[in-house]
């Protein structure tokens, strides 16, 4: 597509977004700064909240200005400023909002005085309501009547996610799976490895996968103006799309490069698959039988979280 230039490019996004054709890419997955003072090698992540918002509006609106009319817009963001830019992206932009998933992770960062945060918000927008791309064959999971109670009534294609409120996984094993919209899979930890080893703020293959499978077909473009690490453009091209993406740092372009270089079409996903929570429903116990497992020692479940 006349253009369009497949790759890292090197420079501010905002810059470089104003270069591309309006209405000639299918996804777009933006992971931007939290402006939470995190300490990039060429950005400033301490910026009052209206010069924030003011910056986010405008790549928000860039990237609705390059999106065909049935493209799609995934947006990660921390809990600082999500709603506002919902409100943003919907109200004064114009995109349709579809879902707002929760990712919960694993080996959250422990917090002293509030509670530990454990999730990302991850908003998904169109921008037809009525025309865009969901590829629901791929999303089916198997519902709690297959999992848990072994229903000969239930779907055997499983069922579509469905909302849901949820408190931590493992002081509710039979309540949380895989069918709902909040999403179960570890942050990248500095021992996984996927692991970059250099970029802090690395998303895991498998999050990134779940969306683009969804939001996009083999061949259509899909963007990143934050590359990072790499990892959208990484998993994109796996997947079998056209990549480009947008990265100021030169290090982290370089690397990012480095990692495409290294990927080709049809390769595997790194990471494991979402924590499988939910069990099977136990049997009862037999006639004469002790009611339940029999507890012998504490297990680490029962001992209070590690600072």
Excluded at 23 to 38: E, K, M, Q, T, V
Excluded at 70 to 82: H, Q, V
Excluded at 156 to 179: A, H, N, Y
Excluded at 240 to 253: C, K, P, V, W
Aim: hydrophobic letters at 35%; glycine letters at 10%.
């Amino acid at each position: 597509m006349g253009g369009l230039k497949e790759g890292v490019h090197l420079g501010d996004c905002l810059a470089g977004l104003k270069g591309l054709p309006e209405a000639s890419l299918d996804l777009a997955f933006a992971d931007p700064p939290f402006n939470i003072g995190y300490d990039y090698d060429t950005y400033d992540d301490r910026r009052d909240d209206t010069a924030y918002l003011n910056w986010c509006k405008e790549w928000i609106g860039q990237i609705y200005r390059v999106l065909k009319p049935n493209g799609s817009f995934w947006l990660a963001i921390g809990d600082e400023y999500a709603a506002e830019l919902k409100v943003m992206a919907h109200r004064e932009i114009g995109f349709i909002p579809r879902n707002w998933v929760i990712w919960y992770y694993t080996f959250g960062v422990h917090c002293k005085n509030k509670f530990t945060r454990s999730h990302v918000h991850l908003l998904y927008f169109v921008k037809d309501k009525m025309d865009f791309t969901f590829h629901k064959e791929g999303l089916h999971v198997p519902s709690a009547r297959q999992l848990i109670y072994n229903d000969k009534r239930a779907n055997p294609l499983g069922r579509m996610p469905d909302d849901t409120w949820i408190l931590r996984p493992q002081d509710v094993p039979e309540g949380f799976s895989g069918d709902s919209d909040t999403w179960n899979i570890s942050r990248v930890c500095g021992t996984f490895k996927e692991r970059a080893g250099w970029h802090g703020c690395q998303m895991p293959e498998r999050v990134l996968s779940r969306i683009i499978e969804a939001s996009s077909s083999p061949g259509d473009w899909v963007i990143d103006p934050f590359v990072g690490s790499g990892t959208t453009l990484a998993v994109a091209r796996k997947l079998g799309r056209q990549t480009l993406g947008f990265e100021m740092s030169e290090e982290y372009a370089a690397r990012a490069r480095e990692r495409l270089a290294m990927t080709k079409p049809g390769d595997s996903l790194e990471g494991g698959q979402e924590t499988p929570w939910a069990q099977p429903k136990p049997k009862k116990a037999s006639a004469g039988s002790p009611q339940g497992p029999k507890r012998t020692a504490k297990s680490k479940l029962d001992q209070p979280e590690s600072v």
